[in-house]
């Protein structure tokens, strides 16, 4: 398939820094604080399950191959991640009766086998999903997710594709605008720049975005660490893993954590200063951000690696996250300069 031109990214060339009034930033953050709390409160079973290294990765990949900008390949991720979701638990559900009524046609494996057989489908049916919510930018047409598909040697049709894409907003109640981790990122460096922030949020963002990239690629790892971290331990029980999902979940948490991760490698010695703002801003304990951040260092540039990294701070390494495993975040607002 020929690789169209790429245009001039929006995201890095045009983002804009303190073009929008303190109080617009202060309600903007609230509600995402808000969003916040209830995504976190509510995490529980399978949720995190299909943010997979191949799956996040084909997501990008495909984002790039049609010059998406970054947030649809983020919100593309999570859209299919709600869905996939959904259907397991579908699935399961109807498995468990039938298993246990010994009843009728077995057909969740039919709905297993059918769920697999159109992933594919579906996952492109999600990416075309999210660009239509950036409209503004760049709508993924029909032929062009029909060409692609086809190139892979899947046939569709036009009607096909478009219950696909109604197959998924019905399993989500219509609900796929749904906040992303770099939502919280944009946000959070807005208010660092009226603070008074020493590193630059237009030199950071650049940073923060190639993180991001790398923890939604490389999500268990990083998590595993943090987990590991936060109990003190190399084996986590299963009960301790599914209390944990709820960390997964806390986007405000991974924000503050790319975001420190980021001003360390920009600047590390502005690291304390830009870490006390996000404590101030967010009311995430200190040692959660830097445990955080550390996992993040850790997974990109390596704890260790001579010539590639300034030496790390020794309290990034403290035994954290504690606190973070019962999560209460509060917006602290815009504090003057």
């Known amino acids: 398939m020929d690789r169209p031109v790429r245009p001039r990214l929006a995201s890095l060339s045009d983002f804009q820094f303190g073009a929008v009034a303190t109080e617009t930033i202060e309600d903007a953050l609230l509600h995402l604080a808000q ?5 976190v409160q509510e995490a529980a079973g399978r949720m995190g399950s299909f943010r997979e290294t191949r799956i996040v990765e084909f997501v990008f990949l495909l984002s790039e191959q049609w010059c998406l900008e ?32 010994k009843t009728g046609p077995q057909n969740w494996r039919a709905l ?5 057989n159109k992933f594919i489908l579906r996952l492109v049916s999600c990416v075309q999903l999210a660009s239509k919510l950036s409209f503004h930018y760049k709508i993924i047409s029909n032929v062009t997710v029909l060409s692609f ?5 899947y046939l569709h049709t036009k009607e096909e594709l478009l219950e696909s894409e109604l197959d998924v907003l019905k399993s989500l109640n219509f609900q796929i605008n749904l906040p992303t981790p770099l939502a919280y990122v944009e946000m959070l460096l807005e208010v660092l720049g009226y603070n008074g922030c020493l590193v630059p949020a237009t030199q950071l963002y650049a940073t923060c975005l190639t993180l991001l990239d790398l ?5 268990e790892p ?9 109990i003190e331990n190399c084996t986590p029980s ?18 503050v954590g790319i975001i420190a991760a980021s001003a360390f490698i920009q600047n590390h010695e502005c690291w304390s200063q830009v870490v006390g703002h996000l404590q101030s801003i967010t009311g995430i304990a200190l040692e959660s951000i830097a445990e955080l951040s550390y996992a993040i260092l850790t997974h990109s540039v390596g704890a260790s690696t001579p010539g590639q990294q300034r ?10 996250l504690r606190a973070a495993t019962s999560p209460t975040h509060k917006a602290g607002g815009i504090r003057p300069k």
């Open 35 to 39: 969003q916040n709390e209830q995504a």
């Open 70 to 101: 970054k947030s649809v390949s983020y919100q593309a991720v999570e859209i299919l991640e709600r869905f996939m979701v959904k259907q397991a638990e579908n699935i399961c559900r109807q498995a468990t009766i039938q298993l246990r009524e």
């Open 112 to 116: 297993k086998e059918q769920l697999f």
């Open 149 to 153: 598909l086809q190139a892979l040697g």
């Open 215 to 219: 923890v939604y690629l490389l999500h």
């Open 222 to 230: 990083v998590y595993e660490s943090l987990l590991r971290a936060s």
């Open 238 to 255: 299963q009960l301790q893993g599914e209390k944990f999902i709820s960390v997964k979940e806390d986007f405000m948490l991974l924000a």
């Open 311 to 320: 030496p790390v701070p020794p309290h990034l390494v403290a035994g954290a």
